[in-house]
C-alpha cells in the first residue's frame, strides 16, 4: 500500500509540533522540511535542538534542504529523527554522508530537483534506503505539480524495482493516483492535508483510496 506521509514546511517549531499531534492518530510518519536558506529562497524551521528530548509515537523522517549538508547534519544524529533526505545537488559528498547516517543509525534518503536528471541518482541508489523526486522547486508549501515527475518515478522504478521512491510537492487527490500507477510508494502532502477541503483525516484517507485506484 501507498504509504501518504503528512510535509511539515513552516517558521516556528510550535506550528510543527502543533502539526505533528494532528498526524498522530492518523499516520505513521511524518516529514519535517528544514531549511535554512541557503538551498532554497527562504528559511523554515531548521533548529535541532527544538527535538532533543522530543517525543511522538511517529517516525520522524527529516528533509535536510540545506547547502554542504555533510556539514551541518552533526546535531541532527541526536535528535529522534529515523531517517535523513538530503539532495544531491546540495553535497559533493554524498557517500560520505550516506556512511555516516548508517553509522548514527539513521537511514538516508536522497533527493533530486525537478530539474535534475533521474539518472544523477543511479550511482547512490544501491547504497540510499530511499529514492526522493521533488515534484516541485524547493521552497514553500502550495506549488503545482510537475508533471514531468511521473516519467521520473516510471524511470527510477524500472532500475530500482524494490528500493522505496517517495514524491515530494503538488500531491493531491488525482495526482496520488497517478504517482503510485508511475511506481512510487511514499507520497509526501502538505498543502491537502491541512489546508485542504476536508479535515485532515478524511483527507488522508481520500488520498490513500485514490492512491490504491
Not at 511517529?58 to 529515523?82: Q, Y
Request: proline letters at 8%; glycine letters at 6%; a negative charge.
Amino acid at each position: 500500500m501507498v504509504e501518504i506521509i503528512p510535509s511539515i514546511n513552516v517558521a516556528a517549531f510550535e506550528e510543527v509540533v502543533r502539526r505533528i499531534r494532528i498526524s498522530e492518530r492518523h499516520v505513521r510518519t511524518v516529514h519535517l522540511d528544514v531549511a535554512d536558506g541557503t538551498f532554497t529562497p527562504q528559511a523554515v524551521w531548521h533548529e535541532a535542538r527544538d527535538l532533543f528530548g522530543f517525543t511522538t509515537p511517529l517516525a520522524m523522517e527529516l528533509h535536510f534542504m540545506v547547502e554542504h549538508p555533510e556539514e551541518k547534519i552533526g546535531p541532527w544524529l541526536e535528535t529522534p529523527v529515523s531517517r535523513v533526505i538530503f539532495h544531491l545537488e546540495a553535497t559533493r559528498e554524498a557517500r560520505f554522508l550516506i556512511r555516516v547516517l548508517r553509522d548514527a543509525e539513521k537511514q538516508a534518503g536522497i533527493a533530486i530537483r525537478p530539474d535534475t536528471p533521474w539518472e544523477e541518482m543511479l550511482p547512490y541508489a544501491s547504497d540510499a534506503d530511499l529514492l526522493q523526486t521533488l515534484a516541485v522547486s524547493p521552497g514553500p508549501s502550495g506549488q503545482v505539480f510537475d508533471p514531468a515527475t511521473l516519467e521520473k518515478i516510471k524511470a527510477l522504478r524500472a532500475r530500482n524495482p524494490v528500493l522505496p521512491i517517495e514524491v515530494d510537492g503538488g500531491v493531491q487527490v488525482g495526482i496520488a493516483r497517478e504517482c503510485a500507477h508511475a511506481g512510487a510508494t511514499i507520497l509526501v502532502v502538505g498543502e491537502s492535508l491541512f489546508s485542504g477541503p476536508h479535515p485532515f483525516e478524511e483527507m488522508v484517507r481520500l488520498l490513500r483510496e485514490d492512491a490504491a485506484g
